[in-house]
């Protein structure tokens, strides 16, 4: 059986679910409440690229705050939007916030892209993670509908998969995705050293392939938490976060500290 804080490493909560925490000015609260269920770490989003975080401009302060509730942050999200447009700015917060990995939800918003939309997305994102790599960060891609799509009969994903600079992009996986037939421990076997981080959710064995995904907490679900574990070394996994609303985040939290 897998042992308990699987793969030996802090377990997380990525801060997006509760947003409204932040958007209201109650940030340390939001990390109190997190420190008081076990979390250990937490990933943040980008204060340029996610309005709701709009009060943690001040880099300093932010890490900071963090430390002092005895937690760690190395890892946020960014909207493709603010890399293109102001790249070295947001490098500048991240370096400040002590982030060294910058994650980008997903390439795209078609949920049927082109084989070209594909090849274009992708040399963009070489290219932010190439000027992300000289500054010391490591550049990251999450998985959404983008990514879960097919083209030309092919998922999406392999082919950024392909196309993606193995020394310039590792990925985060959105356990999630599970509900469209992407499976963490076939991925993560399939593409060794490439993943480095996971997003933790599980799905209700209700949801449809086609139909809307309806979240559990950890082990109440249809993954297989045991095979992912297991699997997550090969893939390169250095990280998870649980993303969920309190309710669920608080049952996957213990669940994971039960592993």
Known sequence: MVRAKPLGLPIG???????????????????????????????????????DF???TDAKAVKRTIA????????????????????PR??????????????????????????????????EYN??????????????????????S??????TYDILLELLDPALVKFQFQMSTIARGVVAADYFKKYP????????QDVDPVTTTDGPIVQTSVGRGMIDWEA????APTGGVRSYYVEQNMELTKASVAALQRM
């Open 193 to 200: 050293g490439r993943f480095i981080s996971m997003h933790i």
């Open 68 to 87: 002092d509730h005895g937690l760690t942050c190395e890892s946020s999200h960014f909207s493709l939007r603010e890399l293109r447009e102001n790249q």
């Open 150 to 155: 097919m083209v030309d009969g092919r998922r």
């Open 13 to 51: 909560s990525q801060t997006y679910p509760h947003r409204q925490l932040i958007r209201d000015g109650s940030f340390a609260e939001l990390l109190d409440t997190l420190k008081g269920i076990g979390v250990q770490s937490v990933e943040l989003c980008s204060p340029f690229g996610y309005a």
């Open 90 to 123: 947001s490098i500048d917060w991240a370096h400040e916030a002590g982030i060294t990995h910058m994650y980008v939800a997903s390439l795209g918003g078609s949920s049927a892209p082109s084989l070209e939309d594909v090849k274009r997305a992708a040399e």
């Open 228 to 231: 992912t574990f297991r699997a």
């Open 54 to 56: 709009a009060s943690l």
């Open 127 to 148: 290219r932010i993670a190439a000027t992300a790599g000289k500054a010391g960060i490591q550049q990251g891609l999450h998985n959404e509908n983008f990514e879960t």
